[in-house]
């Protein structure tokens, strides 16, 4: 998987690149929606390709391993043709799932053994079938298997989960290497690092990380909780040790502010399910701040949603209509609300993408933040 840097910002550590894979480039910084089960929440494939222009989307290991199943994905020849989306995917590996997800679960060294969401049935993920399950789903970008931990953490916990997610990846990275992708195409792993708060664990698993050599690099652990201002500390230790030449992705990251600092601080790749999960109960980011479509005040505001978004559902729609489906638990605001959002956080680190190329990122960045935070 090739990574190409097309240029890089004077005020700040920003950059805009192009990833090829076997499914098609993507343009960096690029904000990836996220389809934990095979699906983006409420949008269609047809309006991720028409209408906003999605360039990757993401897949949840944990999910799609208990429902559909590796059998049904792997009969159906990967969740490319299963779900038909034919461009880029990225599976996250559960390392996060089994931990906010399932209430009973063990951590040991051989892996993690937890109960299913769904039934309650018991089972266990390893560094190893983890690989081979990421492998049957057919992600172009497969994520290791790596102990995401909480928010506030121990100093000596971070430290021991370091070293163990360390001895997973090595595990990780050998039987990715010794297993051949199902499909025909490509396929790639992305190690992660972890450490916490803490900056001398989070510069330890940089460099570890980077040892590996892999086409790109992962950051988690963050946003988890702690204040912004610990996060953007904890990813400016780690880019300046990642290689500069790899792509990195912040995984789970953010708020539209969070993304603009993050890019300034060297991130190209993000997910995060607050576009759509907030989208679900009516709040809305726009280039002017933040709307609660739910809000008395726009009972009867016949404006569109978003006069200045060149998005068909902003400029068709009222704000009042979009009040009145959101408070009705109609199934269409979901899919109006959850499109808007994708839309906006995709128009942003376009923006931002053309505002590297041109010279003008951190300008633009800094009025950004400001206007980003307003509640309208
Ligand atoms: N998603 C958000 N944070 C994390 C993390 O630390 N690890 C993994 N695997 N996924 C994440």
């Known amino acids: 998987m090739k990574f190409t840097l097309q240029a890089e910002d004077k005020g700040s550590k920003a950059r805009a690149g192009v990833l090829e894979t076997a499914h098609g480039n993507i343009q960096t910084p690029i904000f990836m929606p996220v389809g934990t089960a095979g699906t983006v929440k409420a949008v269609h494939q047809h309006e991720l390709v028409q209408d906003i222009q999605a360039q990757i989307i993401l897949g949840n290991t944990y999910h ?19 779900n038909n989306w034919s461009g880029p995917i990225l599976t996250d590996s559960g390392g996060y799932q089994v931990y906010s997800l399932t209430e009973v679960r063990k951590i040991r060294e051989e892996g993690v053994t ?43 916990y971070a430290r021991k989960s370091l070293d163990m997610t360390h001895r997973w990846l090595k595990r990780c990275v050998d039987q990715f290497d010794s297993t051949a992708p199902l499909y025909g195409y490509e396929q790639t792993l992305f190690p992660i690092v972890q450490g916490s708060v803490y900056k001398d664990l989070r510069e330890k698993s940089a460099e570890v990380i980077a040892s590996f050599n892999r086409d790109g690099n992962a950051i988690g ?3 988890v909780g702690e204040p912004a201002e610990e996060m953007y500390a904890m990813t400016e230790v780690v880019t300046n040790i990642l290689p500069h030449d790899k792509p990195r992705y912040l995984m789970g990251v953010g708020t539209p502010i969070n993304i603009l600092e993050n890019i ?15 989208a679900r109960n009516g709040m809305l980011f726009t280039q002017n701040g ?44 979901a899919q109006i609300a959850s499109l808007h959002n994708l839309h906006f956080y995709l128009w942003l680190v376009k923006q931002a993408r053309e505002k590297i190329i041109d010279g003008s990122f951190y300008d633009w960045k800094e009025k950004m933040v400001k206007v980003l935070g307003q509640r309208l």
């Open 221 to 223: 652990g963050l946003s």
């Open 264 to 278: 300034a601080l060297g991130i190209d790749m993000f997910d995060c399910v607050m576009p759509t999960r907030n």
């Open 114 to 156: 937890f109960r299913s969401h769904i039934d309650g049935s018991k089972h266990l993920f390893t560094p190893e079938n983890v690989m081979d399950t990421q492998r049957i789903i057919g992600a172009d970008i497969i994520m290791a298997f790596d102990e995401c931990t909480p928010y506030p953490c121990e100093y000596s």
């Open 290 to 333: 933040i709307i609660n479509i739910k809000n008395e005040k726009w009972k009867d505001d016949f404006s569109p949603i978003e006069a200045e978004s060149d998005l068909l559902v902003d400029q068709i729609h009222t704000k009042a209509y979009l009040r009145h489906l959101i408070r009705s638990q109609e199934i269409l605001g």
């Open 64 to 82: 799609l391993y208990l429902r559909p199943g590796l059998d049904v994905l792997h009969k159906a020849g990967g969740l490319h043709k299963f």
